[in-house]
C-alpha cells in the first residue's frame, strides 16, 4: 500500500471527495497537465504489464510531438482525495506510455490507451540470443532493465538473492526477467513489477503471512458495498517438484518436493482435497537452495486460488495488487485476502479480485 497520511482512512469512510491529475510527459517540451474528462485503470499482478489506462482527455488537449501522441509521449495518472480545505493528497496510479490516440471530431475527447513500463521492456526483445552468468540475479533483473529504460530507477524490496549459471534466453526480454518458468524472478522467487511512479520495484511473492494494511467492512463507518465469494479448481496444485536442468552437462539439481502441509488449509496435500501437483523445471535452479525457494514461491501464488473473494468498494487508490486485506462481511466472520486485481475509475467504486487459505469455517 502506498504510503498515507492520518487524515487518508477517516476521509474515506466519511467524506470521500475524488480528486485527479493527469500530467502528459511529451517525446519534445515540457510536462503539462490536461484535463481529465474520464480515467479508468486495472492494475493486476497476474498480468506481464501490471497497469492498464484508459482515459480521456479534453478536446483542447495539445497534440503531436509537443503533447498526446504515440511516438513516445507519457501520461503519468495520480489519483486520491480532495479533502475540501484547498488541500488534497494523490497517490500515483501509473507512468503509461501512449499507445493509442483517438480523437472524435468535432469537438471531441482525445481518447488515449496506454501501458506500464513493463511493456517498455518486453517490447525490447533480444536482437539475438542472449547468454549471461551472474553471481547475482537481482543485478541481472537490473541490467536488464536499464538496458530498456536507461533513465528508470530500480528498487529492491527484497534480499532473496541467487547466482545464475550459464543461461541463454532467445528473444523476449521480459520472459527472462519474470513470468515464465525460464525467468530470473521466478527462479529466485520474487517479482518484478513498476509502480505508480514508473519506477521497478522488484519483491518477495505476497503471502497471507503478510501483515494486513487496510480492512474492508460493512455498516457505518465502513467501506465495502457488495461482496461475492468463489470457489474453483482452476490452477490450483499444492505440490510442487522442482528440479535444475543442468543443460550443462552437469548433474541437475532435485527433485526438490514442496507441498501444502497447514493443517488448517482446505488445499493441503493430505486432505479430501487430494494431490494436484505442478512440474518446474529451469537451468537457473544451480543448487538445492535454489530449488526450495522457487517450490514455495510457486506454490504461494497457487494456494488460495480455489477460494475467491470478488468485492467492490469506495475507492482506495493507495492499494496495491499484492496487499493483504482483512475482509469483514456481514454475515460470516472477517477474512484475510490477498488482492490480485483492483480496478478503479472515474465513475464509482472500486472492484478487487482476491484469494484466500482460509478453510470454509474459518476466520481471522
Known sequence: MWPVSARWDPALRHTYRPAARATVIPPQGAPFVA???????????????????????????????????????????????????????LIPQG?????????????????????GREKVVADDRFLTPRTERNSSALDLIEVLLLESVTDAVVVRRTTRDAVVPYTTWERERWEAIDGTDASLARAVGVEVWADGRGRFVISAVPTLADPPVWTVDAGRGGVLVSARAST?????????????????????????????????????????????????????????D????????LLANSLGLARGLAFTAVPNPALEPGDVVRVAVPDGPPELHIIDKIQLSSNGAMSCDTRSTKADDEGV
Open 35 to 89: 484535463r481529465l474528462l474520464s480515467w479508468s485503470v486495472t492494475a493486476d499482478r497476474t498480468s506481464n504489464t501490471r497497469r492498464t489506462l484508459h482515459a480521456t482527455l479534453a478536446p483542447e488537449t495539445r497534440r503531436g510531438l509537443d503533447g498526446v501522441t504515440v511516438q513516445g509521449a507519457y501520461l503519468q495518472l495520480d489519483v486520491g482525495i480532495d479533502y475540501g480545505d484547498g488541500s488534497s493528497e
Open 95 to 115: 507512468l503509461f506510455r501512449l499507445d493509442s490516440e483517438d480523437t472524435e471530431r468535432p469537438g471531441g475527447g482525445i481518447a488515449v490507451q496506454g501501458y
Open 232 to 288: 474453483s479448481t482452476d490452477g490450483v496444485y499444492n505440490v510442487v517438484v522442482a528440479t535444475g536442468d543442468a543443460s550443462d552437462g552437469t548433474v541437475p539439481v532435485g527433485p526438490i518436493i514442496v507441498q501444502d502441509q497447514t493443517p488448517t488449509s482446505p488445499t493441503r496435500a493430505s486432505g479430501p482435497f487430494g494431490r494436484r501437483v505442478r512440474h518446474y523445471s529451469s537451468p537457473l535452479l544451480a543448487t538445492p
Open 290 to 297: 535454489q530449488a526450495t525457494t522457487a517450490a514455495h514461491s
